[in-house]
């Protein structure tokens, strides 16, 4: 069956362009993590979405970074006038549900996008 | 201090071996504890749920010890394909106002040697 995808798999990008990378979660899975891999380090939270909703942002790094999932399915991470520091990879995951039991749950991950800033 | 801290290694064990990881966490309040197995340039995929009993997943058991906020993890008759980094990782449930994200660690680095 389909898993998380997420595109594009590789970017490279120029210091100050803006970037959007995009998550296909499962297919009805009410909720959607973003996560920012540095090299060498765990996966560190950004973002949760239960649908469209978007409940805990505590996690992104600065107001470049901006995250939606408008109709509750695919979410797109921006990041705006990209830095150095922002190289990384970025992983999406998603569960079956939006209940207080989904920390209990399993949680899918994608590929990943590798982000390189020139 | 990091919320979840263990040893980055990296281990290097022959075929075979057994090896035993370790970890452990900052927030008393953690609700739900995993193993996490990464291989090179792939994403994290789940190796096994941690309970407070104990739980064994044929050559792999996996202990927790709220008391001390330690996890464990032993790798018997280690195989050449258990090459991989193995992150341990916590949730803290909705403490805090977390919404039930994961918290890694750094990984710890197997390498199996035949």
């Known amino acids: 069956g389909a898993g998380v995808s997420q595109s594009p798999r590789y970017k490279v990008a120029k210091r100050g362009q803006d970037v959007a990378l995009r998550c296909d979660p499962i297919s009805g899975h009410v909720s959607l993590f973003w996560y920012q891999q540095a090299l060498g380090q765990g996966p560190e939270f950004l973002t949760y979405?239960?649908?469209?909703?978007?409940?805990?942002k505590s996690g992104l790094p600065s107001d470049r970074f901006f995250a939606e999932r408008p109709e509750g399915s695919v979410s797109t991470l921006k990041i705006q006038r990209t830095q150095q520091e922002d190289s990384a990879v970025y992983l999406c995951a998603s569960s079956p549900n939006g209940l207080a039991g989904r920390f209990q749950e399993t949680q899918y991950f994608g590929p990943g996008t590798r982000l390189l800033v020139l | 201090r990091k919320e979840v801290e263990q040893d980055p290694g990296p281990f290097n064990v022959p075929e075979g071996a057994t090896v035993a990881f370790n970890c452990t966490y900052s927030n008393s309040a953690s609700q739900s504890f995993f193993w996490y197995r990464q291989d090179c340039r792939k994403e994290p995929k789940l190796l096994m749920s941690v309970y407070s009993s104990g739980n064994e997943d044929g050559r792999f058991t996996a202990q927790l010890n709220r008391a001390s906020q330690y996890i464990s993890l032993l790798i018997r008759d280690s195989k050449l394909s258990d090459s991989a980094t193995y992150l341990c990782v916590v949730n803290v449930g909705l403490y805090g106002g977390s919404q039930g994200n994961l918290i890694f660690g750094k990984g710890t680095k197997l390498s199996v040697k035949p």
């Open positions: 979405f239960q649908n469209e909703a978007q409940l805990d």
